[in-house]
């Protein structure tokens, strides 16, 4: 009598899960509708359109991959300490003789907004004439709310001027591990890959359906993902929520709903270290919260000392 009673009530357990996850599909969908097809308030992006029209560059510049970093006009020291440390191969003491030279070809790409009602300073302007590697895009305004745009305005001109296998987004506040992130990306699909520290979930509120991101300390995606993100109807394109991370996580998604494209999001417990680095072995690719100890880290890094953890 008793094994009748577990049946039939694992049997309830099951219909009921079933009808949760179905619930679920249709919630989703309905989201998904609700979503597209809301009113745009008046402070939302209505249209993101980047003319390139005026440049085209036939031959373009080959990298293996190129690395992103939104950054500000005034945050000149710091660009210039990633220029001497991670950021340029030829610094590193350590970690790169076993890299091929076509997996050490890299770019930095710098992107800042225009600053509203005033001018660029002395130094900006100095450092804009010393280094190739400064993209201003003069149609978003430099404020924190925009920084998604930056991220969309950066893949569209990255596929417009560079001939490259990955795309990869970190922050000035970053240590990037660079050999560690080349040889993970030399043995990473050259395709249908987006990467990172792959863990949070956006969305489920206000009409919007829930996805997966990586963290916006440390991304990677292949260049047919990034194509696929750009070439979405504008409706996708113009969102009023504010994360960049979490932007990019849903174009990503609307690029495998809308586009029938496989990406595999693949999540790497050992991407981001989200509080810098504390101690132990340099096994992280992305060291967080690092904008004042970066140079002193990265002198340690290169000769491989470490900090004993007790």
């Not at 005033?118 to 004439?129: G, V």
């Not at 990677?220 to 993100?229: Q, R």
């Amino acid at each position: 009598m008793g094994g009748s009673n577990d049946v039939v009530s694992y049997s309830v357990k099951v219909i009921m899960v079933i009808t949760l996850s179905l619930a679920l599909f249709f919630l989703a969908n309905q989201q998904t509708d609700l979503f597209l097809n809301r009113p745009v308030s008046q402070n939302e992006v209505l249209t993101i359109k980047f003319n390139f029209d005026d440049e085209f560059h036939a031959d373009k510049r080959k990298y293996f991959a190129v690395v992103m970093i939104p950054t500000t006009p005034d945050h000149i020291s710091i660009r210039n300490v990633i220029r001497g440390s991670w950021g340029n191969v030829s610094a590193w003491k350590v970690g790169m003789d076993n890299l091929d030279a076509e997996y050490k070809s890299i770019t930095l790409m710098w992107v800042v907004g225009a600053l509203k009602d005033q001018e660029y300073s002395k130094e900006f302007k100095e450092e804009i004439s010393k280094h190739n590697d400064i993209y201003i895009c003069d149609m978003i305004n430099e404020h924190k709310t925009a920084l998604k745009y930056k991220v969309l305005w950066s893949y569209m001109r990255a596929v417009q001027l560079f001939d490259f296998k990955y795309f990869v987004k970190t922050d000035d506040d970053i240590l990037v591990n660079l050999p560690l992130l080349l040889s993970h990306l030399k043995d990473a699909p050259r395709s249908h890959y987006y990467g990172g520290l792959c863990i949070a979930l956006y969305g489920g509120f206000a009409g919007y359906p829930m996805w997966r991101y990586c963290s916006g300390g440390g991304y990677y995606l292949s260049k047919d993902v990034v194509e696929h993100a750009i070439s979405l109807p504008p409706q996708y394109h113009r969102v009023p929520f504010r994360p960049e991370d979490a932007y990019t996580g849903y174009l990503v998604r609307w690029a495998i709903k809308t586009q029938k494209f496989k990406v595999t999001i693949a999540t790497n417990k050992k991407a981001l270290s989200l509080y810098g680095y504390k101690c132990g072995p340099w096994e992280y690719i992305f060291y967080h919260k690092e904008f004042h100890k970066m140079q002193k880290h990265f002198d340690m890094i290169t000769v491989n000392k470490t900090v004993k953890c007790v």
